[in-house]
């Protein structure tokens, strides 16, 4: 098995992805991109000084949407599309 | 289970994936690419001003629709490609 | 269900993702990509200047490519890869 | 059905996404994309000229088998991984 | 078989990508994805400065979550996405 | 069949996906990366000027780790993700 552990920055919430609702999975994706962000940059005031350009950046607000995409689609599947 | 909640800003409507049609998923990915937009930028005003500035870039255009592309396929997906 | 309705714009023509073979499918893929483009601008006149940016561009024309693929990707998930 | 036929340029060589070998369904991975290049860039003198930029620009050659590698994963998938 | 072989660089730890947890395979997809940079730039220093550059950088923060996403995606497909 | 040939260079290792371990699947993703840039430009020189550009710029090295992720993703579902 592996453990490649990165004890100060827990990457998956609840270390799970499965979820009650796609609304929870989808929300869970937006929080698993940016852990991967704080996990790359540690410094808090940075990564606020960093969302600000982000925020009002036409390319960059997309490629944000691509990397959550990218989570939910494995979030989704993992769930099951939450099919009943 | 996962529960990361943005109370104010609803991510997937409808709170699912499955949609009657292969038009409505398509907006429905559409939908869910901008609600990350209004997620990351919660301003009207701004992002009003971002949508001028990427709907006359030709490369940001290109990037909008890379993102839905990849929402549509896990939304596709969870409608198992609406085969009858 | 979910019903987030663009009237003006079909973004799935025939409201369907299956084709008759794999041309048609490729075919689907870029035509559908094209909506998109034109949901985010609807201003034709607009459409072709930015048509004639990406077209002598070598890498929004590599990157109009990456959105084909995607899109080609569900659409011959879709279609079973037409495997008889 | 759809047909959205763009008769000129033929996008799916033989009109069939299977191969008989991995090697043939690279080529074929790499031949669709160029065929898009073509179908948004008819004029062959401007695409070789194209050619010529992202031949010598790093980030457009990364870029290319970003393209490649996406619709390689269709095909792959489109002929079961060549498993006998 | 295929066996190309870059000995001086493990690209998999333990050679799996099997893990007991969603978190350690999340990790796991960020160690690949850094495993790649060292095998593409070897000379630590160098990366090492590379690292403060896209630390911080908005847009290349954004494009270290791509990476990180796809090779997550392959990785919790891998491990059946934990489901018990 | 489709077979599109480019005999003077092999883009498929073996002509296989198949690999004994997860680390040599790692390592054919890395191949077939590079492969395709050797398509693209043939001249190694050339080549070599470029892998210092990419070797010593952040966001294309991040851009290489998201080919080869897509490319591993092929190679690991070709394989069942090695599972025993």
Tied chains: 1, 2, 3, 4, 5, 6.
Excluded: C
Aim: glycine share 4%.
């Amino acid at each position: 098995m592996n453990a490649v552990t990165h004890p100060e920055i827990t990457l998956v919430p609840n270390n799970s992805l499965l979820t009650a609702t796609p609304e929870e999975g989808r929300q869970l994706a937006v929080k698993m991109a940016r852990l991967i962000v704080k996990l790359t940059q540690p410094d808090e005031e940075k990564r606020n000084q960093l969302r600000d350009v982000y925020g009002n950046d036409a390319m960059m607000l997309i490629a944000v949407g691509q990397t959550v995409a990218t989570e939910f689609a494995t979030i989704a599947a993992a769930n099951n599309y939450w099919r009943k």
